[in-house]
């Protein structure tokens, strides 16, 4: 074997692994759930509700105090998940929703908050845009529940209020032409993006 090969092969041997996704998965134990490493040993203890397995940005989605929460491989909570369909809320075009201090924003794949949560409800991003409203809350009918009063508006993938949370309701968004259908005062009103 070539010298070099074998001292950089040494060399690589002795920097420490990080933890890595697939290195990880999820058992159970007295009815709580945890995660052990390839060879079986326990790194994240026996703890949660439920647990789903690591993603490839190595996080986490679990249920701790009947919350969905991210953990990072370290077990670091890094946020609670807006609950869609029992379980943490979908990517939509590499966001998803989070919840806190009443509050929402969105996430992306590792659970980084991209947008600060300051809204009462937004709405999944469809075609870079997200409908999001103030002073509304969640009515539900025992089946469903739908999302009632408020004032609404819509922001860019930024961050950014493209439409101001003024209007009674977001009727439409119209990707192609880049308008708006709001509801004010009873009088329905196109928006033209800029």
């Not at 190595?58 to 370290?74: M, T």
């Not at 924003?105 to 075609?127: Q, T, W």
Request: aromatic share 12%.
């Amino acid at each position: 074997m070539n010298k070099k090969i074998l001292v950089f092969s040494i060399l690589l041997s002795s920097v420490p692994v990080f933890a890595q996704s697939k290195g990880f998965s999820s058992f159970e134990e007295n009815g709580l759930y945890g995660f052990k490493d390839k060879k079986g040993k326990v790194v994240i203890k026996p703890q949660y509700q439920h647990v789903m397995e690591f993603t490839k940005t190595s996080v986490a989605f679990v249920v701790s105090k009947n919350k969905w929460i991210c953990i990072d491989a370290k077990n670091k909570p890094l946020l609670e998940s807006f609950v869609y369909d029992n379980g943490p809320d979908y990517i939509s075009e590499k966001l998803a929703r989070f919840v806190e201090n009443g509050k929402m924003g969105f996430h992306d794949e590792s659970c980084k908050k991209i947008i600060l949560a300051e809204y009462d409800f937004v709405f999944p991003f469809e075609n870079g845009l997200a409908i999001v409203c103030n002073g509304c809350y969640s009515e539900s009918d025992g089946d469903h529940s739908s999302i009632v009063g408020g004032k609404y508006g819509v922001i860019n993938k930024k961050g950014k209020l493209v439409v101001p949370i003024e209007y009674d309701s977001i009727n439409s968004i119209d990707a192609k032409t880049k308008t708006i259908q709001v509801k004010k005062d009873q009088k329905i009103i196109k928006i033209k993006l800029k």
